[in-house]
């Protein structure tokens, strides 16, 4: 049994659409089974747990201090951790279902894919943001006592960003069966390095995004981002509206075959 993308037409299978607009919770609970399989737990609680390792050795090492909070928030928790968590939340909350076919079984219910899109969404950016804002918030209290107001803005940063990677990698999930190795490319070559270190691309990035909204609630200079609050809000918005679209969009052009 497989899914082929096929333009929507007469021939299509197009099962009368009903329940709930937005949310389904029978889509979200099989959802939320999925990706807190055995596999993928231990993906994401390895993460955060690292984090945690790392900024207790720093404080260990050396002390409280307001710069180093801010390089080893920003350095990992921002820049790699919370777009690697993406990664594993946005694809695997319909990337499997989809190269497995078993996503055939979801596709005939009369439930709109727009609710199945959306619902997935609501799913990947709550498990995001369990696994990479609570983290870093802990991790920020560990570095230096939220001083400067650091762990709170960070922590709120990484919540803003979880939103648009969820969505990113669900459509990475929707669009290729490679979407998992397309989004670590993405998370550690244009996240990790382009966008911190390419001006031009600065303005491109989730990650500095983020980061307008951490300047924003931290107290001093000690954060600082590449690109404007309002931007980066704006940036933020479309981003995440323009690929749950079109997340949507490539879901209902998806037809339903079979071997018999």
Do not use: C
């Amino acid at each position: 049994m497989s899914v082929t993308t096929a333009p929507a037409g007469r021939g299509a299978m197009k099962p009368q659409a009903t329940g709930p607009r937005l949310y389904h919770p029978t889509v979200a609970r099989l959802t939320y089974r999925a990706l807190l399989g055995r596999r993928r737990a231990l993906l994401l609680f390895l993460l955060p747990l690292l984090l945690l390792v790392i900024v207790s050795a720093v404080r260990a090492l050396a002390g409280a201090d307001d710069t180093t909070a801010n390089d080893v928030l920003q350095g990992f928790a921002l820049s790699a951790m919370v777009p690697l968590v993406g990664v594993i939340a946005g694809t695997g909350a319909i990337g499997p279902e989809i190269d497995d076919g078993a996503i055939v079984y979801l596709l005939a219910k009369p439930i709109r894919r727009s609710t199945i899109i959306f619902t997935k969404l609501l799913v990947a950016v709550g498990v995001t943001m369990a696994f990479s804002a609570i983290p870093t918030l802990l991790a920020g209290y560990i570095l230096n006592g939220n001083g400067q107001n650091i762990a709170v803005a960070f922590a709120i940063g990484a919540a803003v960003a979880s939103i648009a990677y969820a969505a990113i990698f669900l459509l990475l999930g929707v669009l290729t069966r490679h979407a998992v190795v397309v989004g670590l490319v993405y998370a550690l070559v244009w996240e990790g390095v382009v966008g911190n270190v390419v001006p031009g691309a600065r303005t491109l990035s989730v990650q500095q995004w983020a980061l307008a909204v951490a300047q924003k609630l931290a107290h001093g200079d000690v954060v600082s981002s590449n690109v404007g609050l309002t931007t980066s809000i704006v940036l933020l918005a479309a981003v995440t509206a323009a690929a749950t679209w079109f997340a949507g969009r490539k879901l209902r052009s998806l037809k339903l075959a079979g071997d018999e």
